[in-house]
């Protein structure tokens, strides 16, 4: 962590400061924790004034305070956290406990952990560095700086852009669930395509991508997914999406740039999600189903936001009208019995 001046970093950012420029920053922290030495940002004038950060990054000047200002503060408090706490690679090379097949190959400035195994005709680009234990199959292709947590997998014919993150557990590549009844038994149908990633992709731990029955599992440029997401065969998931945890799409299912899922979402087969639409945690998006763009989705299974809270709201009165139904059942019952 290297110490920075709030005039250098303001330089840095290329943004304006008013306050003490000379003051130094020696690290970064939750507003509402910063001490006088450390760069925060202020997500409103309230969170400003209640913190003791020596630095603010603000989209508005602040009277007394110290203040870079930056028209997407949050944004900008992520540039920073990476120039105070930058990613440290280890140096070049193969480990010598690594078993390299025959026809690969690792581009000298790259790095290879403890006891990673990478097959035959595989490509590892510029600078990348693959953690302790990972797994890199036959025909391999990374691109460039690419990081590679410890025990990651990837099979043969899988395809990687530049500046991926793959963390621990991660698995590409591996059969889509295929099978055929055949005779009273599932007949694996043969899973012969493949996986690939563009640039830019960070992929969560324990999270799996599954290569295409035939053609190839696809995702765009710049696509996020959390921890423990699963992506079938045959997906092909868009540019600039992003997947929160534990959810899985199945086989076929098409997703449009720029899209937000939320945690806990089911998608069946071939559903379709377009650019820019938005699905809430633990959604079910039935098979075939297309989701527009433009009203979030939410419930299973998945409906326009205002349906989805009328019907909540509908439920939390079922217990008031059952008593009432109830009641004028006795009353009915009651009048009967009077008449007879």
């Not at 099979?155 to 990687?160: A, D, Q």
């Not at 959604?283 to 419930?299: D, F, M, Q, Y």
Request: aromatic content about 4%.
């Amino acid at each position: 962590m290297t110490a920075t001046t709030v005039r250098e970093l303001a330089a840095w950012l290329d943004a304006p400061y008013t306050g003490d420029g000379g003051r130094v920053l020696r690290g970064v922290a939750a507003a509402d924790t910063a001490g006088g030495d450390e760069v925060a940002f202020a997500s409103s004038a309230k969170v400003a004034l209640a913190s003791g950060a020596g630095c603010l990054l603000a989209s508005a000047d602040l009277d007394g305070r110290t203040v870079i200002r930056v028209a997407d503060p949050r944004a900008a408090f992520a540039r920073v956290i990476a120039r105070f706490h930058p990613v440290e690679l280890p140096p070049a090379g193969v480990h010598p406990t690594a078993v390299v097949e025959e026809g690969a190959s690792i581009d000298p400035s790259a790095s290879i952990g403890p006891h990673t195994a990478v097959g035959r005709g595989t490509h590892i680009g510029p600078r990348c560095d693959v953690g302790a234990g990972c797994v890199i199959g036959r025909d391999v292709t990374l691109g460039e700086n690419c990081r590679l947590h410890p025990r990651v997998t990837i099979y043969g014919g899988t395809r990687v852009g530049a500046r991926a993150v793959l963390h621990s557990g991660c698995v590409l590549g591996a059969d889509g669930f295929g099978f055929a009844m055949t005779g009273g038994r599932w007949e694996k149908f043969p899973q012969v395509g493949r996986v690939e990633l563009g640039d830019d992709v960070e992929i969560g731990a324990n999270s799996c991508v599954d290569r295409a029955a035939l053609g190839v599992t696809r995702i765009g440029d710049g696509t996020k997914l959390d921890n423990m997401v699963h992506v079938g065969h045959n997906c092909t998931i868009g540019r600039h999406v992003v997947v929160a945890a534990q959810t899985g799409f199945s086989g076929g299912v098409t997703i449009g740039d720029y899209a937000i899922v939320g945690g806990q979402v089911g998608v069946g087969d071939k559903a379709r999600i377009e650019s820019k639409a938005v699905v809430g945690s633990g959604a079910g998006i039935l098979t075939s189903k297309i989701v527009r763009a433009g009203e979030p989705v939410w419930g299973t299974p998945a409906r326009p936001l205002r349906e989805y809270l009328e019907t909540l709201a509908a439920s939390a009165k079922s217990p008031r009208l059952r008593a009432q139904v109830k009641e004028l059942a006795a009353r009915v019952e009651a009048l009967e019995k009077s008449r007879s």
